[in-house]
Structures are given as structure tokens and as C-alpha cells.
């Protein structure tokens, strides 16, 4: 018997690794980072199962899940929309949903039972199973993920934004260094300028001059 495959498109990479480490004796898990390639990997592979994260760059999850159902050979695959608020899927994806729905954090023991049935069946479990203590150990580990995640992120986007304060103080104390010698070289111009101005000024006075002893010789 062949091993059903899920194909899990989140952006998050530890999400998708701890995904994995929980389906992985029981699937095949193939992995996608945005909707586009989550989109090109399902064409290739044809998976059983789709695990589908609702936020994410490019396609969000509901673009990508309209873009699966356009296609013939993926539109009968069943999903799973993952997502930290119900309510916000909710505010953007129109009823009747023909997906299961998933909320973050999740009890590995749910996702797993969610797979099953939908697998068997095909149509969204009513409900999930009861969490056990092996399960509530590998939530607090994912929920310790999910934070470790987040202020990861933080930290990066707030490095970048100091970056880009160092580079944009840099291009300013630049800008005014140049200023500062353009200043001088307008200076330097404006001192050339009179100067020669009264260079030609004297020298018209002499060309005024030889001319009047040239007149005053041809007279004589």
C-alpha cells in the first residue's frame, strides 16, 4: 500500500518542520514556502492532502486554494486551511467552505485525526481528538517555536531597520560633505570670475589707450 502524501504550504519554516516531525511516520510530507510554489509542487506531485497556511506572501491561502480548484487534476485534493484566527478567515473566504479548517497552535493528535478523516472521507471532521499528554508536551514545544519564530522575526526586521538608518546617516553625511565643497568651489568660481572681470577691464583701458596714440600718430 503507497504512502499518502500531504503537501504542507506555510511560510513559516519551523511550522513546516513541525509538521513534518509529526507526520513523518505516518506520511510522505512535502514542504512549500509561499502559494506559487505550494501551486507548482501540487501539479508535479498530485498530493492526497493539502495543509494550507491562510497568511502568507504572494498567494495567501485563499488565492492559492482558488488557484488549486482551477486546476482538473488538483481540484478533488482535500485542504486544510491553517490559521491563527478562525475570524479572520472568516472575514475573507465566503461560506460554504470546501476545506477543513485548522486554528494555530494546534494538538498534533487533531491534525493527525483531521488527515485521517479526511483522507477516508473526504469532508471536514466534525471533531477532533483528546489531547493526551504526549500531545500538550508537543504543543508547548510548537507554541515555544512559534514565539522563538516571532521574535526572530523581530529581531531581523528591527536589524534592517537599523541598517537602514546607519546607510541613510551615512548618504546624508555625504550629501553634506559634498555640499560643503561645492560651496567652496562656487567660491573659488566667484573670486576667478571678478578677477579676470578686472583683468578685462583693464585691459580694454589699454586697448582704449593705444588706440588714441594710433589716431593722434596718423593725424600728425
Same mark, same amino acid.
Given at each position: &500500500?503507497? *504512502?499518502? $502524501?500531504?503537501?504542507?504550504?506555510?511560510?513559516?519554516?519551523?511550522?513546516?518542520? &513541525?509538521?513534518?516531525s509529526i507526520l513523518a511516520d505516518k506520511f510522505e510530507v512535502l514542504e512549500a514556502n509561499d502559494g506559487m510554489?505550494?501551486?507548482?509542487? !501540487?501539479?508535479?506531485?498530485?498530493?492526497?492532502? %493539502?495543509?494550507?497556511?491562510?497568511?502568507?506572501?504572494?498567494?495567501?491561502?485563499?488565492? /492559492?486554494?482558488?488557484?488549486?480548484?482551477?486546476?482538473? /487534476?488538483? $481540484?478533488?485534493? #482535500?485542504? %486544510? &486551511?491553517?490559521?491563527?484566527?478562525?475570524?479572520?478567515?472568516?472575514?475573507?473566504?465566503?461560506? #460554504?467552505w470546501d476545506f477543513d479548517f485548522l486554528e494555530k497552535p494546534f494538538e498534533p493528535e487533531v491534525l493527525i485525526?483531521? %488527515?485521517?478523516?479526511?483522507?477516508? /472521507?473526504?469532508? #471536514?471532521?466534525?471533531?477532533? =481528538? *483528546?489531547?493526551?499528554?504526549?500531545?500538550?508536551?508537543?504543543?508547548?514545544?510548537?507554541?515555544?517555536?512559534?514565539?522563538?519564530?516571532?521574535?526572530? =522575526?523581530?529581531?531581523?526586521?528591527?536589524?534592517?531597520?537599523?541598517?537602514?538608518? =546607519?546607510?541613510?546617516?551615512?548618504?546624508?553625511?555625504?550629501?553634506?560633505?559634498?555640499? !560643503?565643497?561645492?560651496?567652496?568651489?562656487?567660491?573659488?568660481?566667484?573670486?576667478?570670475?571678478?578677477?579676470?572681470?578686472?583683468?578685462? $577691464?583693464?585691459?580694454?583701458?589699454?586697448?582704449?589707450? %593705444?588706440? =588714441?596714440?594710433? /589716431?593722434?600718430?596718423?593725424? $600728425?
Amino acid at each position: &500500500m503507497s *504512502i499518502s $502524501k500531504v503537501l504542507v504550504i506555510d511560510d513559516s519554516i519551523m511550522i513546516r518542520k &513541525m509538521v513534518k516531525s509529526i507526520l513523518a511516520d505516518k506520511f510522505e510530507v512535502l514542504e512549500a514556502n509561499d502559494g506559487m510554489s505550494g501551486l507548482d509542487t !501540487a501539479k508535479k506531485v498530485a498530493p492526497n492532502l %493539502i495543509l494550507l497556511d491562510f497568511v502568507m506572501p504572494k498567494y495567501n491561502g485563499y488565492q /492559492t486554494l482558488q488557484a488549486l480548484r482551477r486546476v482538473d /487534476t488538483l $481540484k478533488d485534493i #482535500p485542504v %486544510i &486551511m491553517i490559521s491563527g484566527l478562525r475570524e479572520q478567515v472568516a472575514e475573507n473566504v465566503p461560506e #460554504p467552505w470546501d476545506f477543513d479548517f485548522l486554528e494555530k497552535p494546534f494538538e498534533p493528535e487533531v491534525l493527525i485525526s483531521k %488527515i485521517d478523516h479526511l483522507l477516508h /472521507t473526504g469532508v #471536514p471532521a466534525v471533531a477532533g =481528538a *483528546i489531547p493526551t499528554e504526549d500531545s500538550r508536551n508537543s504543543q508547548r514545544v510548537l507554541d515555544r517555536l512559534t514565539a522563538t519564530e516571532t521574535l526572530l =522575526a523581530q529581531g531581523i526586521e528591527n536589524l534592517i531597520q537599523r541598517e537602514v538608518v =546607519a546607510r541613510i546617516n551615512t548618504l546624508s553625511t555625504r550629501v553634506q560633505k559634498q555640499e !560643503a565643497a561645492l560651496n567652496i568651489l562656487d567660491k573659488k568660481l566667484d573670486s576667478i570670475s571678478q578677477k579676470l572681470e578686472h583683468q578685462n $577691464k583693464g585691459l580694454m583701458i589699454i586697448l582704449r589707450e %593705444i588706440k =588714441a596714440l594710433q /589716431t593722434q600718430v596718423a593725424s $600728425k
